[in-house]
């Protein structure tokens, strides 16, 4: 089978179970973002030099794609995702206790890493903001929508995690405003 199908030549997509839908619709734009978000950790962890840190943000990539496979029409149950909205909550306090306190905002940067992890923490806040913005303009039922408090939970502490994360990085080189 080749990989291109001629199929979304016209601007259009299939979603699980063969429904088709402009590559301009909401829910597509969704996932699209958690796709990049994907990607961009996939890119942290391949620059990570400890498993555990690798094993961790692998995770997360896993957990991104579950929530990619209900929106975009999977019948799936997303309660495994509400144990890792913990697991992210648990590294959270981990690392505000290694951390000093913030007093001030901060930029992104300080180092390769610590950037890298602010740019996906700023697309994990994009794709927050396209898949609030799926569920609120398209009407959504079912499965999509018991899991909707599931998914806008998780992404929202995954942004925290990763703000974190970014700040952890930085090892002490933060720029101040």
Avoid at 4 to 23: E, V
Avoid at 114 to 120: E, G, M, V
């Amino acid at each position: 089978m080749s990989i291109y199908t001629k199929t979304g030549d016209r601007g259009k997509t299939s979603l699980f179970g063969g429904k088709r839908l402009s590559k301009a619709c909401l829910q597509i734009e969704a996932y699209g973002s958690l796709d990049e978000l994907t990607s961009i950790i996939g890119l942290l962890a391949a620059k990570e030099s400890r498993k555990k840190v690798q094993s961790f943000l692998q995770h997360i990539q896993k957990d991104l794609y579950q929530i990619m496979s209900l929106l975009s029409g999977a019948d799936l149950n997303l309660t495994l995702i509400s144990q890792r909205t913990i697991a992210l909550e648990q590294e959270i306090d981990i690392l505000e206790k290694r951390l000093p306190k913030l007093t001030r905002f901060i930029l992104p940067g300080g180092t390769e890493r610590s950037s890298l992890t602010h740019l996906a923490r700023a697309i994990c806040r994009r794709a927050e903001r396209q898949v609030v913005t799926f569920f609120q303009e398209e009407k959504t039922s079912g499965i999509l929508l018991e899991n909707k408090p599931i998914i806008l939970q998780y992404l929202n502490r995954l942004s925290d995690f990763l703000f974190m994360f970014a700040r952890r990085y930085a090892r002490g080189k933060e720029i101040l405003t």
